[in-house]
């Protein structure tokens, strides 16, 4: 049986919740919310497990070492006397990530880095007589070093690239929209796939293509190549293939509509061949078509979700006209429908006129955003309200 440790999944800020509960869902323990990070339990198996599924993850981090220190000799040598052996070998190459908030180190963790490496070789030059190289597009061992006040933390990444690069994206358009944040803003709607589902301005389709593997439970990370675990000494090769096996054999059919609009020809066109390398252009459509000429034409509970342009290549009073159009046709023409907008222009979304049912504070890159829920019903939702149903 395998040993359980504790691993640290990183996320976006505002992800935070979604990906504890993507964990608790999965079988996790000890689950732990953090500051843009969730910590856990599991063993290698989960490990595996955590890297094809999580859709709101950013990578996992199995930490191997803590320890305190009192200044930057002290990092130096506590980091030279781990058992480096434990995880890599001298003719491996390896990269060194650091995050640093400590008053006892630079704050420059580029430098942390160069220290953290100058241990790592050093250990090895010292009983080989030779160093391992530095590799950072194609390293054997990622490591990533946190130090946080006099805490050291040493993790390995298990992911390797990002886990947002999902693989199914090859065509984009101008400024596409992470696919972690997508996923993110699919759960925090509350799609299921019980449901329909719109993207009105869809861009690359990313949104859509979360959703439809929302909806088909297909794990997030399945098209991906390549983890880093697979280059450690403990990687198991028959585990993986198993756990990757029966995620697949859980994959269900997509019985709701899943569209997206955008007036871009070829916004659609990219945004159907990324639809066409995720394998699932028999369940997403992607048509040439303006939001604003649209009207609802799928029967039943409806998901819309937004990602319009924020300001950046609109003028202000373009912007108002614009966010007051989406509000307009949205209450003219999308009865019996959830709508939710993510924007970083609060203004903007002033003007789109309808009353919100739920905000939700979330990061876009660097801008502070606020994901907005609008329900859309047949009449006003007084009148709604006030219907008394028939009693016999």
């Known amino acids: 049986m395998e040993e359980n440790y504790k691993m640290i999944a990183t996320t976006l800020y505002g992800l935070e919740e979604v990906l504890a509960k993507e964990l608790t869902n999965l079988g996790a323990q000890d689950v732990e919310v953090g500051n843009r990070r969730v910590s856990f339990v599991g063993d290698k198996g989960f490990m595996y497990k955590a890297n094809l599924n999580l859709r709101t993850a950013i990578r996992i981090l199995k930490p191997i070492k803590t320890f305190k220190i009192n200044g930057e000799e002290d990092f130096y040598k506590k980091l030279k006397a781990m058992d480096w052996e434990k995880y890599m070998g001298v003719k491996d190459t390896f990269s060194i990530h650091s995050v640093v908030n400590s008053t006892l180190l630079s704050t420059n963790s580029h430098y942390i880095s160069l220290r953290t490496k100058d241990a790592l070789a050093d250990y090895f030059k010292e009983k080989y007589g030779e160093r391992p190289d530095v590799d950072i597009k194609y390293p054997t061992i990622k490591i990533q070093v946190h ?71 297909i794990p997030a990370n399945i098209n991906r190549k390549f983890f880093a675990f697979e280059n450690w000494n403990d990687y198991d090769e028959e585990l993986f293939f198993k756990i990757h096996d029966s995620l697949l054999e859980k994959i269900r059919s997509i019985p709701h509509k899943l569209m997206g609009f955008d007036k871009a020809p070829s916004a659609a066109q ?104 609008y329900e859309i019903y047949e009449g006003s939702r007084k009148a709604k309200k006030n219907i008394i149903p028939n009693i016999d």
Do not use: Q
């Open 147 to 217: 130090v946080s006040r006099n805490l050291v933390s040493v993790s390995l990444d298990s992911s390797g690239d990002s886990l947002h690069k999902r693989g199914y994206r090859s065509a984009t358009n101008l400024a596409p929209i992470n696919e972690v944040l997508a996923a993110g803003l699919v759960l925090l709607s509350g799609y299921d796939g019980n449901s329909n589902f719109i993207d009105p301005m869809c861009g690359s389709g990313t949104i859509l293509i979360e959703a439809a593997m929302v909806a088909g439970n």
């Open 270 to 373: 990219k945004a159907n061949e990324n639809i066409k390398n995720a394998n699932l252009d028999e369940f997403v459509k992607v048509h040439h078509i303006n939001f604003f000429n649209s009207k609802k034409e799928v029967f039943g509970e409806t998901t819309i979700i937004f990602n319009p342009p924020y300001g950046e290549r609109l003028e202000l009073d373009e912007i108002e006209e614009f966010y007051e159009k989406i509000g307009n046709t949205l209450k003219h023409n999308y009865h019996g429908t959830k709508a939710w907008i993510i924007c970083s222009d609060i203004d903007a979304l002033k003007s789109v006129g309808l009353k919100t049912s739920r905000r939700i504070a979330l990061k876009n890159g660097d801008l502070d955003c606020k994901f907005v829920k």
